[in-house]
């Protein structure tokens, strides 16, 4: 069974940082992409941030949040982190980590629809 469980949200004042987790499990974690993405009350989902399989040496960033947001990932913990610093009221949403299989280490994909497996969430609030 899989499961991606994502950990680290909170409410932070603007300026502040927050650093997410997702721990993944029942899969072979370093065959997978991973992927960030949010949801905003009212909104669709959206992509953040993504890196490719095995060194994760691809990464991909929204325009939104490129500059501010790191991605990373570290297989030996089966886990992926999301950096988010200079963070600002809009960051507000949900967000969700995925795991996309994939035969090769190219570009990661910023499309929700394709990834395999996603995690339930964890709320980020950011205050003005």
């Known amino acids: 069974q899989v499961q991606l469980i994502e950990s680290g949200g909170g409410l932070v004042q603007a300026g502040g940082s927050l650093r997410l987790s997702c721990v993944a499990s ?17 909104k669709e989902r959206e992509f953040v941030a993504a890196l ?13 949040v490129r500059g501010r947001f790191s991605i990373s990932r ?6 992926v982190f999301l950096q988010m610093n200079g963070l ?4 507000t949403a949900v967000y ?3 795991a996309d299989s994939v035969a090769f280490s190219s570009r990661p994909h910023e499309d929700w629809a394709e990834y395999d497996y996603w995690g339930q969430g964890t709320q980020v609030t950011v205050s003005s």
């Open 26 to 42: 029942g899969v072979t974690f370093s065959d997978y992409a991973m992927g960030w993405f949010r949801q905003a009350p009212g």
């Open 52 to 64: 490719s399989r095995r060194s994760g040496g691809y990464t991909v960033y929204a325009d939104s």
């Open 74 to 79: 570290d297989n030996a913990k089966n886990t």
């Open 88 to 91: 600002i009221p809009e960051d």
């Open 96 to 98: 969700y980590c995925a």
